[in-house]
């Protein structure tokens, strides 16, 4: 599933391949992916636009028009952004091509169509669409991190998994990060000490750094993530066999000896 890390690589993507470009032609070979908008609006909204440096908030994408409206895209668990040339062939889950100048094609590439893709008219549509997201994850300061931990009930991994409550972690970023700060995942949020929630915020910090630099959650050697998947699952730190469960609904991988529960 795309995470913040994944997001950042797709705008980078949009940006490389369409920013300052001009769109002449809007296909959507899939309605299945608009939300709230058809596709002969989207082809009026945004044909004869020009790109410019797109954002991100979490996990969503905001590819602006200047003073137009924002094309804005999320990509649920499979989606992707992919740049191409007109003339290549599309693919099966290629559902909304984007022609722009220079010989490009922006596509929005999604096997499951969980998300899609939104037009906010103005920046007002925009916070309307954002208005439920917690601060972004790799902007959120010190103070704000702290206020999101000890203001919720539950448990610490529910807390960072909850895009209400800090947009951009998913499932492998919220284990990673917690396995870095040796935290117990089903520790309570309000409960944890200033000592665990500066290690969690510094780690947090550390870990989004380099999985957007590798455009994604990497499964290294030395990462949680590079061990999860394992038949027999070991602690790339201390080698104890890693522990599964589940918290918040989601599958959980811990190690038992670097992160103890306390109890």
């Given at each position: 599933m795309p995470e913040l890390p994944d997001v950042e690589g797709f705008r980078e993507v949009l940006?490389?391949?369409?920013?300052?470009?001009?769109?002449h032609r809007v296909h959507v070979r899939d309605t299945g992916v608009l939300r709230g908008v058809s596709a002969r609006r989207l082809r009026r909204a945004l044909e004869g636009r020009r790109f410019t440096e797109p954002e991100r908030h979490g996990k969503w994408l905001l590819a602006r028009t200047g003073d137009g409206p924002t094309l804005m895209l999320h990509?649920?668990?499979?989606?992707?952004?992919?740049?191409?040339?007109?003339?290549?062939?599309?693919?099966?889950?290629?559902?909304v091509l984007f022609t722009v100048d220079g010989d490009r094609q922006l596509r929005y590439r999604d096997q499951r169509k969980l998300q899609g893709l939104?037009?906010?008219d103005d920046d007002s549509d925009v916070?309307?669409?954002?208005?439920?997201?917690?601060?972004?994850?790799?902007?959120?300061?010190?103070?704000?991190?702290?206020?999101?931990?000890?203001?919720?009930?539950?448990?610490?991994?529910?807390?960072l998994i909850d895009q209400?409550?800090?947009?951009?972690?998913?499932n492998l970023l919220a284990d990673e990060i917690l396995w870095r700060a040796r935290v117990w995942p089903?520790?309570?949020a309000?409960?944890?000490?200033?000592?665990?929630?500066?290690?969690?915020?510094?780690?947090?910090r550390r870990t989004l750094r380099s999985a957007v630099s590798a455009g994604c959650v990497p499964p290294?050697?030395?990462?949680?993530?590079?061990?999860?998947?394992?038949?027999?699952?070991?602690?790339?730190?201390?080698?104890?066999?890693?522990?599964?469960?589940?918290?918040?609904?989601?599958?959980?991988?811990?190690?038992?000896?670097?992160?103890?529960?306390?109890a």
């Open positions: 940006r490389s391949c369409v920013k300052g470009r001009t769109v990509f649920g668990m499979t989606g992707g952004l992919v740049c191409c040339r007109p003339g290549d062939a599309p693919e099966a889950h290629d559902r939104w037009l906010a916070a309307r669409l954002l208005a439920r997201l917690g601060p972004d994850a790799l902007a959120v300061d010190r103070d704000g991190f702290d206020a999101v931990l000890t203001s919720r009930r539950g448990r610490v991994k529910a807390v209400s409550a800090l947009a951009g972690l998913g089903a520790s309570r309000a409960d944890l000490t200033e000592a665990e929630r500066h290690r969690l915020y510094a780690q947090m290294r050697d030395s990462w949680l993530t590079g061990h999860r998947d394992d038949p027999l699952p070991a602690c790339p730190r201390c080698g104890a066999p890693l522990r599964r469960s589940r918290v918040a609904g989601r599958g959980t991988v811990w190690c038992p000896r670097c992160q103890p529960d306390g």
